[in-house]
């Protein structure tokens, strides 16, 4: 009777927080370089608690050690390492079916206030029902009319010499004016050695870019979608030499093609990785360009929609 008891008063203590479960889009209020972040809960309500968070540490994808879910709030931490160590303290509670949270450093007074919402269940397969619409040349070779910055107030850093886009290292990121939903994405770009880049589809799912010639594959690596899926092999050419990538996007279903090698077969996206801006799942989203790291030359961005037969 008593273990009964015992076990009853558990369940008790555990009602409601089950409804942390699932995973969530966020966004940011205040946050300087404009990123959505990324929450996935499971095992709220009862003993067996996880969870997976972008990003907290260098835009990666976070497994969660320190979570709790205590007087319907819902806290994790992480300790941030290097020359500025620091705990970094989230907590949450639902309000109307959303997360209402905080985000603070441990012993600093600013916090900054986020919003999570359920990410989306999104049902469009990659099968035979698309077809391939106008094509959009999002680079003109000419100017940047069709773009903007991802961070307000903060320098373009972008030229146009002879027909291809260059960035300065430490560059704003590049933010399209036109929105998309489903398409294929066909870039050819050079980049310098040990440089690092990448393309935000919809806003919110980056493709790496990076100088890794003749390493291991891996999901930091060239034409992976970034901290999320691998490509099988490393398709990328040395620094210096124009490669190409294509990519199709159909609902959560992700292809890319690096230098014409398949590397990401219909893989399923889970959510937002470090570049994200825009937060919306549900909503169609810009195509964005990394250049806030090394040199990036870029001679052709074109999109061509993907609308329903």
């Known amino acids: 009777m008593r273990y009964f008891l015992l076990s009853l008063m558990a369940l008790s203590a555990w009602a409601g927080d089950n409804e942390?479960?699932?995973?969530?889009?966020?966004?940011?209020?205040?946050?300087?370089?404009?990123?959505?972040?990324?929450?996935?809960?499971?095992?709220?309500?009862?003993?067996?608690?996880?969870g997976k968070f972008i990003s907290a540490l260098g835009g990666d994808l976070n497994?969660?050690?320190?979570?709790?879910?205590?007087?319907?709030?819902?806290?994790?931490?992480?300790?941030?390492?290097?020359?500025?160590?620091?705990?970094?303290?989230?907590?949450?509670?639902?309000?109307?079916?959303?997360?209402?949270?905080?985000?603070?450093?441990?012993?600093?007074?600013?916090?900054?206030?986020?919003?999570?919402?359920?990410?989306?269940?999104?049902?469009?397969?990659?099968?035979?029902?698309?077809?391939?619409?106008?094509?959009?040349?999002?680079?003109?070779g000419k100017d940047l009319k069709n773009?903007?910055?991802?961070?307000?107030?903060?320098?373009?850093?972008?030229?146009?010499?002879?027909?291809?886009?260059?960035?300065?290292?430490?560059?704003?990121?590049l933010v399209s004016a036109e929105k998309f939903w489903n398409f294929e994405l066909h870039c050819e770009f050079k980049i310098g050695a040990r440089s690092n880049g990448g393309l935000g589809l919809r806003g919110r799912y980056e493709i790496q870019i990076v100088d890794d010639f003749g390493k291991p594959a891996g999901s930091h690596g060239t034409g992976a979608l970034y901290s999320r899926i691998a490509p099988t092999v490393n398709a990328s050419k040395a620094?210096?030499?124009?490669?190409?990538?294509?990519?199709?996007?159909?609902?959560?279903?992700?292809?890319?093609?690096?230098?014409?090698?398949?590397?990401?077969?219909?893989?399923?996206?889970?959510?937002?990785?470090?570049?994200?801006?825009?937060?919306?799942?549900?909503?169609?989203?810009p195509i964005s360009v990394q250049g806030d790291h090394g040199p990036i030359e870029i001679r052709s961005l074109t999109i061509t929609p993907l609308i329903r037969r």
């Open 20 to 50: 942390f479960n699932g995973r969530w889009d966020i966004k940011v209020d205040g946050n300087a370089n404009r990123r959505a972040w990324w929450l996935e809960v499971n095992g709220a309500g009862t003993p067996a608690l996880t």
């Open 147 to 173: 773009w903007a910055a991802m961070v307000p107030g903060k320098e373009l850093g972008w030229k146009i010499e002879d027909g291809i886009m260059k960035n300065v290292a430490g560059a704003n990121n």
């Open 239 to 285: 620094p210096g030499e124009w490669q190409t990538y294509d990519i199709r996007l159909v609902g959560r279903i992700v292809t890319v093609t690096v230098n014409g090698q398949k590397v990401i077969d219909k893989g399923i996206v889970e959510g937002l990785t470090a570049m994200a801006h825009d937060w919306d799942e549900s909503a169609p989203g």
């Open 63 to 140: 497994v969660i050690s320190n979570l709790a879910v205590k007087d319907g709030v819902l806290t994790f931490s992480f300790d941030r390492k290097g020359p500025a160590p620091a705990k970094l303290v989230y907590a949450a509670k639902l309000v109307n079916g959303e997360l209402a949270g905080e985000h603070f450093i441990e012993g600093n007074a600013h916090k900054t206030v986020f919003l999570g919402k359920r990410a989306p269940v999104l049902q469009d397969r990659d099968d035979s029902s698309w077809k391939r619409g106008k094509a959009v040349e999002l680079f003109n």
